[in-house]
């Protein structure tokens, strides 16, 4: 619907007739003797007063009320839509050491290894974040952080597609990569801070322990989830025949699950990718996307369309008045040269 910002602008619009009524007028005796009768073709006088009324009264009196709509600040406030509640931070940790590149997974029926599942599940994942701010942690040999904290899911999602395994190692920091995620997570009173750490490995690495870094996530009350990935089976092929080998046999679940129940979040185990699925699903339920409970009306100034108008009329206004005063000269100067040449 249509609103006026400044509505008792208003007021202002008899603001010419006051003025017009208060002062007194001017060179009433010098306009009385404009009407002298002079020598001009009787037809012109009636053709002419209309166009003057025009131009002295009523478009200037437009002119007015466009200014003073203008001043008034109308504005279209448009339907209510919804806006997602914002109070989560919720940083990614994905896991890039050498142990990442094993082909223990399958992904729409041909074997992958474990990062490339991993990007493909949490996509989805983080697509669903509607209103959480977002970031996402490396770690292998250190850590470092790929995406800042950001209400840009796509960014993140990119940049987590572009990690390759190796980029700063093969070991595993998972004490360093906990460390920087407390660091990065913003004093905010009103936020959740999440962190969920993706590993297959255990510690090999860094300059914080996992207790250490347990210690301080508990300190800053950040809720820690921990995943564990890979197969607990996989067939080797080899010159002397097929054998089962547990290539997770070096994952450290007890460390991770002190780290999940100690901060309050949970440890879980993904073993394939429908298990990893589950897992996301059950991390939005532990951590419900904010419902979409406030509410925003766009506001839509219009302002511009009267001013415009106004403006407009302004300066045909003028060039009437040019265009009357060019002819009133051409007209004199007519005159004149027929007056000249009947006396001679």
Not at 298 to 324: E, N
């Amino acid at each position: 619907m249509l609103e006026f910002a400044w509505w008792w602008v208003f007021f202002a619009l008899p603001l010419p007739i006051i003025i017009r009524l208060i002062l007194p007028s001017k060179n009433v005796a010098n306009m009385a003797s404009l009407r002298v009768p002079v020598l001009r073709p009787s037809v012109s006088t009636p053709s002419t007063l209309p166009s003057k009324t025009l131009l002295k009264s009523v478009v200037p009196t437009i002119i007015w009320c466009l200014l003073v709509l203008a001043a008034a600040r109308p504005q279209w406030l448009g339907e209510p839509i919804s806006i997602p509640n914002e109070g989560r931070e919720m940083i990614l940790a994905v896991d890039l050491s050498g142990s990442m590149k094993i082909d223990d997974m399958e992904l729409r029926g041909r074997q992958v290894n474990r990062l490339t599942m991993t990007k493909a599940v949490l996509y989805e994942f983080i697509q669903r974040r509607v209103g959480d701010r977002l970031g996402l942690i490396l770690f292998a040999d250190t850590a470092y952080v790929q995406a800042p904290l950001t209400y840009d899911r796509n960014t993140v999602s990119t940049l987590l597609n572009e990690a390759v395994i190796g980029l700063v190692g093969e070991q595993t920091a998972i004490g360093d990569a906990i460390g920087l995620a407390t660091k990065r997570f913003s004093e905010k009173e009103d936020s959740n801070n999440v962190l969920i750490l993706l590993t297959d490995g255990q510690n090999t690495a860094g300059n914080i322990t996992p207790e250490q870094a347990k210690e301080l996530a508990m300190s800053k009350d950040i809720t820690v989830y921990t995943i564990g990935v890979g197969a607990d089976q996989m067939l080797v092929r080899s010159f002397f025949g097929s054998r089962q080998i547990n290539p997770s046999q070096e994952l450290d679940e007890d460390m991770l699950r002190d780290i999940a129940e100690s901060t309050g979040g949970r440890y879980f185990r993904a073993r394939d990718v429908s298990e990893l699925e589950q897992i996301y699903s059950t991390l939005d339920a532990l951590e419900p996307i904010e419902g979409e409970t406030q509410k925003m009306r766009p506001l839509s100034s219009l302002f511009y369309y009267p001013l415009a108008l106004a403006l407009a009329l302004s300066l045909l206004l003028v060039f009437s008045k040019l265009l009357v005063m060019m002819f009133k000269g051409y007209t004199k100067s007519t005159r004149s040269g027929i007056q000249q040449g009947s006396k001679q």
